[in-house]
């Protein structure tokens, strides 16, 4: 059975990110693991191993921006070559983020103009920052950028699609009118499945990788497979996903990345134990 793949989660949110990958695994569902930093992808590289199905992403994440210095860009920028998805990376002019703008920008820019990070699979936010990231991923030629949990107005929707870009969608976005238009305005083709997860929730828990194939209406193919494991691989090698299949599974929507500084610290605290 071909995998589906949750092509965004912190896997390193959960109390037990190993115990949520076997899960993954035995529901036969692949996972990108996003990361928010160097640091802790180099951690996740050396927790998991070269273990099957998970693909860890190399992340620097726009709400961390200002905490950046120059010798983590550097660090990222050295990454690339042995990394096979890049994220999480992007903009948040949200009030959380706006302030942080430019240093956003600057992170967001010097990524993108990195042949070797732009030729790889590139999960992306853009939480109040939809103009600006999508006219930068057009400008950039990225090979395979998915804009995951996408809030942004339609009318840039068809801008994003002409531009090569993704949607990836999540069983929260099914649950509000705005996201069931929005996987309507988006070709099937170019649609990805996603948990976000441990910050979306499945009911009243963390939305784990392992419910992506849960109670599928009969009929429908399912996605698909990871859009790359090489650098010269683009998402075309994706089946499409039928985001409808997440709508009986879709729960209260929560906001995006509420608590997206809790990854790093729940990572450095079980690696401490
Ligand atoms: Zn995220």
């Not at 071909?2 to 390193?12: A, I, N, R, V, Y």
Request: hydrophobic letters at 40%; glycine letters at 6%.
């Amino acid at each position: 059975m071909t995998p589906l793949l949750d092509s965004h989660c912190h896997l390193t949110g959960y109390s037990d990110p190993v115990a949520v990958l076997r899960q993954a695994t035995d529901a036969s569902v692949d996972v990108v693991a996003v990361t928010e930093d160097p640091g802790e992808y180099r951690l996740l590289r050396t927790r998991l191993g070269r273990r099957p199905g998970v693909h860890a992403a190399l992340g620097m994440h726009p709400l961390r921006a200002r905490d950046f210095a120059p010798a983590d860009l550097a660090r990222f920028l050295r990454m690339p070559p042995e990394a096979t998805w890049i994220g999480e990376i992007g903009l948040d002019y949200s009030p959380t983020g706006r302030k942080t703008r430019r240093a956003q920008l600057r992170v967001f820019e010097t990524v993108l103009a990195d042949p070797r990070a732009r030729a790889l699979p590139m999960t992306v936010h853009s939480r109040g920052a939809e103009e600006d990231t999508i006219s930068r991923l057009a400008q950039a030629s990225a090979a395979a950028a998915i804009l995951h949990w996408y809030t942004g107005p339609l009318a840039l929707v068809d801008e994003a699609l002409a531009a090569g870009l993704w949607f990836s969608i999540n069983p929260a976005m099914t649950a509000s009118a705005k996201g069931r238009t929005l996987i309507d305005a988006v070709p099937a083709d170019r649609i990805l499945l996603e948990t976000d997860g441990p910050f979306a929730r499945q009911g009243r828990r963390p939305a784990r990788p392992a419910d992506l194939p849960a109670s599928p209406p009969s009929g429908l193919s399912l996605p698909n497979t990871p859009p790359a494991s090489s650098t010269t691989t683009s998402c075309a090698s994706c089946k499409s996903a039928d985001a409808t299949r997440l709508a009986a599974q879709a729960d209260a929507p929560v906001s995006p990345h509420a608590n997206a500084h809790r990854t790093r610290s729940l990572l450095t605290k079980d690696d401490q134990t």
